[in-house]
């Protein structure tokens, strides 16, 4: 078992980690179906480019043996803003041969609730 996807907080962090370093073939690696073309709804569309990223407030809601709801919040410094940002994301997990994938977001997504960014210099 690869050591990166033995809970589903460690194989958040593995995903969001491969996001931040752009690093597609491992986030690919993190989710149930192993295709990663860019991401999910509601995940990393409205963020700007970061130079520091944490996963925070985990909490697991099991569904059924082999089914997890993880509910958090990504934090984050967008390079050029002084202040810490932050937005909520839930995610599904499945357990294949023992280890968790991130399963693929079903009905209506939307994009997560952030606030505008006020920047130090224009860009």
């Known amino acids: 078992m690869d050591p990166r996807f033995a809970t589903p907080s460690?194989?958040?962090d593995t995903?969001?980690?491969a996001l931040g370093d752009g690093d597609a073939e491992t986030a690919a690696m993190c989710l149930e179906n192993g295709d990663y073309e860019g991401p999910f709804p509601?995940?990393?569309w409205s963020m700007p480019p970061t130079r520091e990223l944490r996963l925070e407030t985990m909490?697991?809601?099991?569904v059924r043996?082999?089914?997890v709801m993880v509910n958090y919040e990504v934090h984050y410094h967008a390079i050029g803003v002084s202040e810490e940002l932050s937005f909520p994301v839930?995610?599904?997990l499945v357990q294949?041969?023992?280890?968790?994938?991130?399963?693929?977001p079903f009905g209506n997504a939307s994009l997560p609730v952030?606030?505008?960014i006020h920047r130090l210099l224009p860009i």
Request: aromatic share 10%; charged share 25%; hydrophobic share 35%.
């Open 65 to 67: 043996r082999g089914l």
């Open 96 to 104: 294949v041969r023992g280890e968790w994938r991130i399963a693929a």
């Open 114 to 116: 952030t606030r505008p």
């Open 10 to 12: 460690r194989t958040l």
């Open 90 to 92: 839930e995610n599904q």
């Open 59 to 62: 909490s697991q809601l099991p």
């Open 42 to 44: 509601g995940t990393v």
């Open 15 to 17: 995903f969001w980690k």
